[in-house]
């Protein structure tokens, strides 16, 4: 009897330190390292990818200007980030946003766990998200806008539409009810800035000449060396969407590079058929159409549904980035809509195919089959388009007073955004 009141004893004493033991074994330093790495090639994406993708885009007169958005977005969405967007976004409460019992980070310790890594990670790693998703926007109003309305516009639009959106499908929101997979941000990112640049781009109107003369990029190997720089930090965008170095994240990056690859060929082919001749931006073109079309079905698509997805996406982009814009002449200056909303758009609806069993996915979301998981899709993609669309278009109407509209005068706009809004020039004349 002793001895196992004994034996009782020592276990009391034992127990408590095993599960201390346990809950400090939660950080995984596998997964914590992948998740540091993946969160610097997000940023990388923005910071000099993007930046460097619109770049070159733009004419010479107006490349500092694209540089300083994307520089000036990154600064300031990082500090939203921490004084409520996280907090917005992330909190467990209702449908369509949080709350703000995080606000500030005030909750945050370096002991802090989201699943196997530290929250802090996490908090990093989605922050990534929040920079580059407004600065997407910008491409497709460059070359006209005040950078005053390009600033006030990304805050009004991340409070309002990112946060949101964000909420419903990774927040335990309203995607999440339906069961939508959103595994990297298809709505979240994508059709979510694409609506927001089309509206801009509307709003603000045509540049001057457009559909008129020519509007060529002014250096088109410094848009490949951007376009390059996405497509290898979309690794850290899809992969390290899983939280984990694990299975999973490893399909989340071979499918990703088998859609971009997909999709670059069939845009490449494209222009091959068409013209007798293909074009290094049409393949760069082509290629981020697939990153983006396989980003919400990325831990979800097997390695035909990514050919599939590449395939879709880089026909679909081509016809509304190249033929439908101009029939239309709708003068989204850098194709974000052509390529992110139209990608997006396909890549959401295709994830709810690619993502069965029989497509070598790993599994619907619902029980109903492919049909009602595409119609859970649907109703995702469609409550992103307006969501974003009226947000979108009652920012603008609100800059535009308070600034007494949010386009440069007609002389500045000749002159270029380098001089007149910044007073720098991006090269020598």
Request: glycine share 14%; net charge neutral; aromatic share 10%.
């Amino acid at each position: 009897m002793k001895r196992l009141l004994s034996l009782l004893s020592g276990l009391a004493l034992v127990l408590p330190s095993i599960a201390m033991a346990a809950d400090e074994a939660t950080i995984n330093s596998g997964d914590t390292a992948w998740m540091i790495v993946a969160s610097a090639l997000v940023l990388f994406m923005t910071l000099p990818g993007l930046a460097l993708f619109y770049g070159g885009l733009v004419r010479s007169k107006n490349v500092l200007s694209i540089l300083m958005q994307c520089f000036a977005i990154c600064g300031v969405m990082s500090l939203l980030w921490v004084i409520y967007g996280y907090s917005v976004a992330a909190q467990e409460g209702g449908r369509f946003w949080g709350g703000f019992e995080m606000a500030f980070l005030k909750h945050l310790t370096v002991d802090s766990v989201n699943g196997t890594i530290p929250e802090s990670v996490f908090i990093m790693f989605q922050m990534t998200f929040a920079i580059i998703t407004p600065a997407l926007i910008v491409g497709a109003f460059a070359e006209r806008i005040k950078f005053g309305a390009v600033m006030l516009f990304s805050i009004i639009w991340f409070s309002f539409s990112y946060l949101p959106i964000w909420h419903m499908a990774w927040g335990g929101g309203l995607f999440h009810e339906w069961n939508v997979i959103d595994f990297a941000g298809g709505t979240v990112v994508h059709i979510n800035a694409a609506v927001a640049g089309l509206v801009g781009c509307l709003i603000v109107g045509k540049r001057r000449g457009a559909f008129r003369e020519p509007i060529k990029p002014h250096n088109l190997p410094l848009t490949v060396v951007g376009a390059a720089m996405l497509w290898v930090g979309w690794f850290g965008f899809n992969a390290g969407s899983q939280l984990a170095a694990d299975g999973t994240a490893g399909m989340a990056m071979l499918v990703t590079q088998i859609a971009a690859a997909s999709a670059a060929v069939t845009w490449m082919l494209i222009e091959w058929v068409k013209h007798g001749k293909a074009s290094i931006l049409g393949i760069a073109t082509g290629a981020v159409a697939g990153l983006v079309a396989i980003t919400p079905a990325s831990g979800n698509s097997g390695p035909m549904g990514a050919i599939l997805i590449g395939v879709a996406s880089g026909l679909c982009c081509y016809l509304v980035a190249v033929n439908l814009k101009h029939k239309l002449k709708i003068d989204d200056s850098l194709d974000v809509f052509g390529v992110h909303g139209i990608g997006g758009i396909v890549g959401a609806l295709l994830t709810g195919v690619v993502a069965a069993h029989g497509m070598g996915g790993s599994g619907l979301a619902v029980d109903g089959g492919v049909g009602e998981q595409v119609f859970a899709q649907f109703k995702s993609i469609v409550v992103t388009i307006v969501w974003s669309g009226v947000v979108s278009y009652l920012a603008f109407k609100l800059i535009g007073y308070l600034m007494n509209g949010i386009r440069v005068e007609t002389d500045d706009e000749l002159r270029g955004l380098d001089l007149s809004s910044h007073d720098e020039q991006g090269y020598d004349m």
